[in-house]
Nanobody, 124 residues
Framework: QVHLVESGGGLVQAGGSLRLSCIAS????????MCWFRQAPGKEREFIAA????????YSPDFVKGRFTISRDNAKNTVYLQMNSLKPEDTAVYYC?????????????????WGRGTQDSVSS
């Protein structure tokens, strides 16, 4: 069992930055690939970034590449999402999720553990 708690969300102006954190409880955090998804009002949950259990590889869609960076610290049971050059369209609830195994996945159906999310709002 993995329990995830996100933090770091808030209100920021366009062009600003936020760093989200997701702390995992339970054993063997290092055995889970981790990811971030987001969901805006009226929209489906969409993939933002994923990272392998070692942290050696990460993946993200083109619309956040160069702006968002996922990282993890297995000693702290924490995964991060650094978000720079934020845009109003980045406004959403951001969720972290975990899946047992080394492979970082991009399909939300693969992830069995989810946090409750943290709200990020970007004003223009």
């Amino acid at each position: 069992q993995v329990h995830l708690v996100e933090s770091g969300g808030g209100l920021v102006q366009a062009g600003g930055s936020l760093r989200l954190s997701c702390i995992a409880s339970g054993r063997s955090f290092y055995m889970n690939a981790m990811c971030w998804f987001r969901q805006a009002p009226g929209k489906e949950r969409e993939f933002i970034a994923a990272i392998t259990w070692s942290g050696g590889d990460s993946y993200s869609p083109d619309f956040v590449k160069g702006r968002f960076t996922i990282s993890r610290d297995n000693a702290k049971n924490t995964v991060y999402l650094q978000m720079n050059s934020l845009k109003p369209e980045d406004t959403a609830v951001y969720y972290c999720a975990a899946v047992r195994g080394p492979i970082a996945r991009m399909d939300l159906r693969d992830y069995g553990y989810w946090g409750r999310g943290t709200q990020d709002s970007v004003s223009s």
